[in-house]
């Protein structure tokens, strides 16, 4: 069964950090890995992404604040994200393509307060 369960959110002050992790498993790890957040009343926004040949993209919204890395031996993505501001309280997923089904996490709240 594939599956991907993210952990790491919570509430944090307007500056501070925090890293997500999502574990996968029921697949092989090398598949494009996202994180992707949903504030609410908006549309999921994708943040970040690692590619199998270990490249990475960010928008612009996180760009210089975010860092996307990958622990292929425990099958793993993290997302550290720094300077924290309120705009970036959102529902934060985990989302890969695995062959032509979209897998999603639970999700995880990440909460910044002024």
């Known amino acids: 069964q594939v599956q991907l369960v993210e952990s790491g959110g919570g509430l944090v002050q307007t500056g501070g950090s925090l890293t997500l992790s999502c574990a996968a498993s029921?697949?092989?790890?090398?598949?494009?890995m996202y994180w992707v957040r949903q504030a609410p009343g908006s549309q999921r926004e994708a943040i970040a992404l690692s590619r199998r040949d270990g490249s990475t993209y960010y928008a612009d919204s996180v760009k210089g604040r975010s860092t996307i890395s990958r622990d292929n031996g425990k099958n793993t993505v993290y997302l550290q994200m720094n300077d924290l501001k309120p705009e970036d309280t959102a529902v934060y997923y985990c989302y890969t393509l695995y062959g032509h089904t979209p897998t999603w996490g639970q999700g995880t709240q990440v909460t910044v307060s002024p």
């Open positions: 029921g697949f092989k790890f090398t598949y494009w």
